[in-house]
């Protein structure tokens, strides 16, 4: 089971810090990662983190920006996210895969979302 947490409404410029808590045996040997869907818009990758954490890749419109990090010990992946912007407004989900990739289909566990609302 993964559960998604940490959403909430900042102003633009301003930081969140997304968590995803895992339950389960098999969280270190996954893959993680964050999506996020926009009102009316496809639900969108956003970064993902290989099972040891020693490789992230991250959508280009969040490079710079956002961070994510594991920490296997507590079944853990947070998602920081800096210079927030309104067009970052989105539902935020994590999932599990099996392999680094930035595309739904490599994922095959999802958590509920959690809002992310930035206001100009």
């Known amino acids: 089971q993964l559960q998604a947490s940490g959403?909430?409404?900042?102003q633009a410029g301003?930081?969140?810090?997304?968590?995803?808590?895992?339950?389960?045996?098999t969280f270190s040997s996954r893959?993680?990662?964050w999506f996020r869907q926009a009102p009316g818009k496809?639900?969108?990758f956003v970064a993902a983190i290989s099972?040891?954490?020693?490789?992230t890749i991250y959508t280009d419109s969040v490079k710079g920006r956002f961070t994510i990090s594991r920490d296997n010990a507590k079944n853990t992946v947070v998602l920081q996210m800096n210079s927030?912007?309104?067009?970052?407004?989105?539902?935020?989900?994590?999932?599990?895969?099996?392999?680094?990739?930035?595309?739904?289909v490599e994922y095959d566990y999802?958590?509920?979302g959690t809002l992310v609302t930035v206001s100009s």
């Open 31 to 33: 893959v993680m990662g």
């Open 7 to 10: 959403g909430g409404l900042v």
């Open 110 to 112: 999802w958590g509920q």
């Open 42 to 44: 496809e639900r969108e």
């Open 84 to 104: 927030l912007k309104p067009e970052d407004t989105a539902v935020y989900y994590c999932a599990a895969g099996n392999r680094i990739a930035p595309i739904r």
């Open 51 to 55: 099972w040891g954490g020693g490789s």
């Open 14 to 25: 301003g930081s969140l810090r997304l968590s995803c808590a895992a339950s389960g045996r």
